[in-house]
């Protein structure tokens, strides 16, 4: 069982920053991909970044330019560090771990932080 602890959202002004960190615990297969979803209310969840196991990362298109996507050295971290955010980007943020093991994807997600951007 993957366990995923976050930390890091609250409150900040627009064109503020806010760093998300995310630590798992349990079995860590070493094909997985760690990223960040987000949902707003009355939206879906949405995927913000996500980072593969070998360090590639990948952006949705209203993050790129201002967030940024890490592991840390032990690799079952991850951070998401937000730049110049936007009231848009206000939303309860998720970690989730995706684990390729016997020929399949299992997902596990975090309990969400909530990020509130505003002046």
């Known amino acids: 069982q993957v366990q995923l602890v976050e930390s890091g959202g609250g409150l900040v002004q627009p064109g503020g920053s806010l760093r998300l960190s995310c630590a798992a615990s349990?079995?860590?297969?070493?094909?997985?991909?760690m990223g960040w979803y987000r949902q707003a209310p009355g939206n879906q969840r949405d995927v913000v970044a996500t980072?593969?196991?070998?360090?590639?990362?990948d952006y949705a298109d209203s993050v790129k330019g201002r967030f940024s996507i890490s592991r840390g050295s032990a690799k079952s971290t991850v951070y998401l560090q937000m730049n110049n955010l936007k009231p848009e980007d206000t939303a309860v943020h998720y970690c989730?771990?995706?684990?390729?093991?016997?020929?399949?994807?299992?997902?596990?997600w975090g309990q969400g932080t909530q990020v509130t951007v505003s002046s």
């Open positions: 349990g079995v860590i297969s070493s094909i997985n991909i």
């Open positions: 989730n771990v995706r684990l390729w093991s016997d020929f399949e994807w299992s997902d596990y």
């Open positions: 980072i593969t196991s070998d360090g590639s990362p």
